[in-house]
T-cell receptor, first 115, second 115 residues
Framework: AQTVTQSQPEMSVQEAETVTLSCTYD???????LFWYKQPPSRQMILVIR??????QNATENRFSVNFQKAAKSFSLKISDSQLGDTAMYFC????????????FGTGTSLTVIP | EPEVTQTPSHQVTQMGQEVILRCVPI?????FYWYRQILGQKVEFLVS????????KSEIFDDQFSVERPDGSNFTLKIRSTKLEDSAMYFC?????????????FGQGTRLTVV
């Protein structure tokens, strides 16, 4: 079974500062994907960033980057130069590569960017 | 930008009643999903649907649940006889390939309250 743990229910950061959201997971799979999804208040969940487990290089998307530590089963999200629009619930998710049909989500971290 | 739309945004129903949650996936997408999130808990996979049939389902998706794509545009989730514990936010998602290959797009959810 796959489990995803986000140990920070709530976080806050000053505008323009950097924040890191934590995620750990447990799996016996060797090939899988990891994702961070963002859900702004009353809006859809949207993909922030994706990491393929066989790639050693950490994924980056503009101000968003991950620190993927496969041996430690850790997948943290770093948001640089935080903006007010980053205020949202952030979900870490896991997907097996072979089936690729089902996300396993964490409980989410509610991030508030303070002006 | 195309998006997944869900209706209604909030549904209140009496225990034992049937309820249908509706989703309009993005028009060229082929893979469809339902997830749910009980308040304070993880987002959980319910079912995936491809080529007019269920491709995967979780233990939660028992005989009380069914899905249908009745007209080529809507994707519905039916709960035959609702229980109090069915109260949750239900998310629909779609993608044009398995989400391990392409981004999955989520709707903003239907909050179901069973009283």
């Amino acid at each position: 079974a796959q489990t995803v743990t986000q140990s920070q229910p709530e976080m806050s950061v000053q505008e323009a500062e950097t924040v890191t959201l934590s995620c750990t997971y447990d799996t016996s799979e060797n090939n899988y994907y990891l994702f961070w999804y963002k859900q702004p208040p009353s809006r859809q969940m949207i993909l922030v960033i994706r990491q393929e487990a066989y790639k050693q290089q950490n994924a980056t998307e503009n101000r968003f980057s991950v620190n993927f530590q496969k041996a430690a089963k850790s997948f943290s999200l770093k948001i640089s130069d935080s903006q007010l629009g980053d205020t949202a619930m952030y979900f870490c998710a896991f997907m097996k590569r072979d089936t690729g049909n089902q996300f396993y989500f964490g409980t989410g971290t509610s991030l508030t960017v303070i002006p | 930008e195309p998006e997944v739309t869900q209706t209604p945004s909030h549904q209140v129903t009496q225990m034992g009643q049937e309820v249908i949650l509706r989703c309009v996936p993005i028009s060229n997408h082929l893979y469809f999903y339902w997830y749910r999130q009980i308040l304070g808990q993880k987002v959980e996979f319910l079912v995936s649907f491809y080529n007019n049939e269920i491709s995967e389902k979780s233990e939660i998706f028992d005989d009380q649940f069914s899905v249908e794509r009745p007209d080529g545009s809507n994707f519905t989730l039916k709960i035959r006889s609702t229980k109090l514990e069915d109260s949750a936010m239900y998310f629909c998602a779609s993608s044009d390939s398995p989400p391990k290959d392409q981004e999955a797009f989520f709707g903003q959810g239907t909050r179901l309250t069973v009283v």
